[in-house]
């Protein structure tokens, strides 16, 4: 399984005190998110995992889930398909 680094932008604390932290805030840029449709799976690191991998094949990989990262429209492009999760 090939994980990816987690991208946090440099502007991220700046954003965080523009706009302040909260559950709606993405997690790559610090902005405030239009809704929680795209996010990412990670693990400690934090590292990105691709979007097929479950929890039990994570136990099985002895790897800890760090959760979903909800990421805004223009952040999850960052990574390749098949590392998004969408959500309706």
Do not use: H
Not at 13 to 31: L, Q, V
Not at 76 to 81: A, D, E, H, Q, V
């Amino acid at each position: 399984m090939k994980v990816l680094e987690f991208i946090q932008i440099e502007k991220f604390e700046d954003n965080i005190e523009k706009y302040g932290w909260n559950e709606n805030t993405c997690e790559c840029c610090g902005k405030q998110l239009k809704d929680k449709s795209n996010a990412v799976q990670t693990i400690e690191g934090p590292e990105v995992i691709p979007a097929n991998i479950t929890e039990e094949q994570l136990d099985e990989m002895g790897l800890v889930s760090q959760g979903i990262f909800y990421l805004g429209s223009t952040c999850i492009k960052k990574y390749p398909k098949e590392y998004r999760l969408k959500f309706a």
